[in-house]
């Protein structure tokens, strides 16, 4: 394996699948029993404390090697991130569109949630959304998922991990929203989950889609506050 490549390891890929399932499923029911007293927000923050830690102990050499490269090829990085930020906003301007044209009243349940933790604990949600969750679900999604499936179907790859980033923001909601509430949120994050993915793809490195990321997230942030 090249020093810098970003495909994980044979380890990094066994024991961070074990880990995607762990974090995803059984994590956040631990942290709630554990610290069912705290708000929110801590109850946020701390989950994706652990989380993360979890996956830069895994992923160390994978986001080393992305760093290195980022390094090695600043120009390029730059670029592909302005491309990226401008047609993430230019595509979520449109699909925002289309969807108030089906329901006039629709809101992102994700995003409502986001803003009632900035305004219970606008330092600590900040922290969680702009530097622990890219790191985390970057790595995850774009560097594990993303770069497995790349080998055997480009077109499943970049799909698949748009589909499925999308959908691990929503499933907290199932059950709680209509069917078509679901779907057309689900629908919002499909050009947030392509354009990071077009965006590792593009530098070979999970520092450009880490960085849109953290871009994204902080201008929602000063957005709500």
């Known amino acids: ?52 830690g979890g996956v830069l102990l895994i992923f160390r ?47 992102n349940r994700n995003d409502r949630v986001i803003q009632s933790m900035t305004r219970q604990q606008w330092l600590l949600t900040g922290v969680t959304t702009v530097l622990l969750a890219p790191v985390e679900e970057e790595t995850l999604f774009r560097g594990l998922l993303f770069q497995q499936l790349l080998d055997k179907s480009r077109w499943a790859a970049y799909v698949l991990s748009a589909f499925c980033f999308g ?22 994050y499909l050009p947030a989950g392509l354009i990071l993915a077009w965006s590792c793809d593009k530098t070979g490195s999970l520092a450009a889609p880490i960085a849109v990321h953290a871009i994204i997230n902080a201008v929602s942030m000063v957005q709500i506050l």
């Open 61 to 107: 050499r994978l986001l080393m090697s992305s760093l290195r490269r980022s390094i090695r090829e600043p120009g390029q990085l730059m670029k592909v991130c302005l491309l990226a930020l401008a047609a993430y906003y230019l595509s979520l301007w449109a699909v925002t569109r289309m969807i108030l044209l089906v329901q006039p009243e629709f809101v």
């Open 167 to 188: 959908l691990i923001h929503l499933l907290g909601f199932l059950g709680s929203c209509t069917a078509a509430e679901f779907l057309l949120s689900l629908v919002q």
């Open 1 to 52: 394996m090249k020093q810098d490549s970003i495909t994980p390891s044979s380890r990094e890929a066994r024991l961070g699948w074990c880990f995607f399932a762990f974090g995803y499923l059984l994590l956040p029911q631990l942290v709630i029993r554990l610290l069912s007293g705290c708000g929110d927000a801590v109850l946020n923050f701390i989950y994706h404390l652990l989380f993360s």
